[in-house]
């Protein structure tokens, strides 16, 4: 599986932004796919995480604000990032795999496959 992740910018604080992550491979229904996140200085941290079923979850720092969706015709992931606040300022990573139990797919290292990752910059 190969991940491209795109859309991420310079936005002023209250704005919005959506990332995108795309797949490859005939497989995607199949995968467990998550948002993770690493600011300057700081570890990767669990963003939000959709199963192949639709259940959802996520960081209790984004709940409310930050929306995560999957296209399975499109092989995408989606990322709606709505109250953008400086502190979600970070290099964004798209992950995926298959098999996950609910209870790993916020640990980084239960995902095999990653994005390159796209920077989101939110100004004060």
């Known amino acids: 599986v190969q991940l491209q992740a795109s859309g991420g910018g310079l936005v002023q604080a209250g704005g919005s932004l959506r990332l995108s992550c795309a797949a490859s491979g005939r497989t995607f229904r199949s995968l467990t796919l998550g948002w993770f996140r690493q600011a300057p200085g700081k570890e990767r941290e669990f963003v939000a995480a959709i199963g192949n079923g639709g259940t959802t979850r996520y960081a209790d720092a984004v709940k409310g604000r930050f929306t995560i969706s999957r296209d399975n015709a499109k092989n995408t992931v989606l990322l709606q990032m709505n109250s953008l606040k400086p502190e979600d300022t970070a290099v964004y990573y798209c992950?995926?795999?298959?098999?996950?139990?609910?209870?790993?797919?916020?640990?980084?290292?239960?995902?095999?496959?990653w994005g390159q990752g796209t920077q989101v910059t939110v100004s004060s």
């Open positions: 992950a995926a795999d298959r098999g996950l139990i609910l209870s790993s797919w916020s640990r980084g290292a239960a995902y095999d496959y």
